[in-house]
């Protein structure tokens, strides 16, 4: 019964909007809690999270994700196929064989999902606001993800009927690429706050495209495989 309600709860986030105030952008019900590891969590709604799942286990990561208090920022399978059917067009252009997600090597899955997971725990209300085009103003949060790459996560304030800042408020995580000259390649949080035993879990909308950067993704591969 447990699992049954969570995954009705998990379509109604990623499928539907709603306008309740208890809810962000694309739903985001703030008040889940699941008793259990996040690994579990995932592996209970494989609708969303099956393909992670196996990534996780590729990197090397089941023990971060399952012991660890940490900050995830989910990414759905719809953003690791995108990701991988690029990965093929480039095979089948160069004459040569797709790729199985276990023939990615392990060190490129690692260091691409190591990128959306933080240490300690961070809810919306932990976390600073950012304003990509006021970044002076509203810079967000410089964080070094789990292996030490640079991430920016933040909330995005938005409008509502004419009012500023009292609209729907939407958790993202960038890419920024350099701390002297940011770039933004945001992805934002289809929900936010998802509470599992030993983790905080943002799930990354279905525009979400896994590495955040298709053409960096593609390159790492290429260093290890031709």
Same mark, same amino acid.
């Given at each position: 019964?447990?699992?049954?309600?969570?995954?009705?709860?998990?379509?109604?986030? =990623?499928?539907?909007?709603?306008?309740?105030?208890?809810?962000?952008?694309?739903?985001?019900?703030?008040?889940?809690?699941?008793?259990?590891?996040?690994?579990?969590?995932?592996?209970?709604?494989?609708?969303?999270?099956? +393909?992670?799942?196996?990534?996780?286990?590729?990197?090397?990561?089941?023990?971060?994700? /399952?012991?660890?208090? !940490?900050?995830?920022?989910?990414?759905?399978?719809?953003?690791?196929?995108?990701?991988?059917?690029?990965?093929?067009?480039?095979?089948?252009?160069?004459?040569?064989?797709?790729?199985?997600?276990?023939?990615?090597?392990?060190? !490129?899955?690692?260091?691409?999902?190591?990128?959306?997971?933080?240490?300690?725990?961070?809810?919306?209300?932990?976390?600073?606001?950012?304003?990509?085009?006021?970044?002076?103003?509203?810079?967000?949060?410089?964080?070094?993800?789990?292996?030490?790459?640079?991430?920016?996560?933040?909330?995005?304030?938005?409008?509502?009927?004419?009012?500023?800042?009292?609209?729907?408020?939407?958790?993202?995580?960038?890419?920024?690429?350099?701390?002297? /000259?940011?770039?933004?390649? !945001?992805?934002?949080?289809?929900?936010?706050?998802?509470?599992?035993?030993?983790? =905080?879990?943002?799930?990354?909308?279905?525009?979400?495209?896994?590495?955040?950067?298709?053409?960096?993704?593609?390159? +790492? =591969?290429?260093?290890?495989?031709?």
């Amino acid at each position: 019964m447990r699992k049954l309600i969570w995954m009705m709860a998990l379509g109604a986030v =990623i499928g539907t909007a709603s306008c309740k105030k208890d809810y962000y952008v694309d739903s985001g019900l703030q008040r889940g809690v699941y008793d259990g590891d996040t690994y579990e969590w995932l592996a209970t709604n494989p609708f969303y999270f099956d +393909t992670l799942v196996t990534v996780i286990k590729l990197a090397g990561l089941e023990n971060v994700i /399952r012991d660890s208090s !940490v900050t995830f920022f989910a990414p759905t399978d719809l953003a690791i196929k995108r990701a991988m059917n690029d990965v093929h067009s480039w095979r089948y252009a160069a004459f040569k064989d797709s790729l199985r997600l276990d023939e990615v090597p392990a060190e !490129v899955w690692r260091k691409y999902l190591s990128r959306y997971i933080f240490r300690d725990k961070y809810k919306l209300k932990d976390i600073s606001r950012l304003a990509p085009d006021l970044p002076d103003l509203y810079p967000g949060m410089n964080m070094e993800s789990w292996q030490g790459y640079i991430m920016n996560i933040g909330v995005i304030f938005s409008d509502y009927n004419g009012t500023k800042d009292v609209g729907p408020r939407k958790v993202v995580i960038s890419d920024i690429r350099s701390l002297e /000259r940011p770039s933004y390649f !945001v992805s934002y949080a289809a929900t936010s706050d998802m509470q599992t035993r030993n983790a =905080i879990v943002h799930v990354l909308n279905s525009e979400h495209y896994f590495g955040f950067d298709g053409n960096n993704f593609i390159n +790492t =591969i290429k260093e290890y495989i031709q």
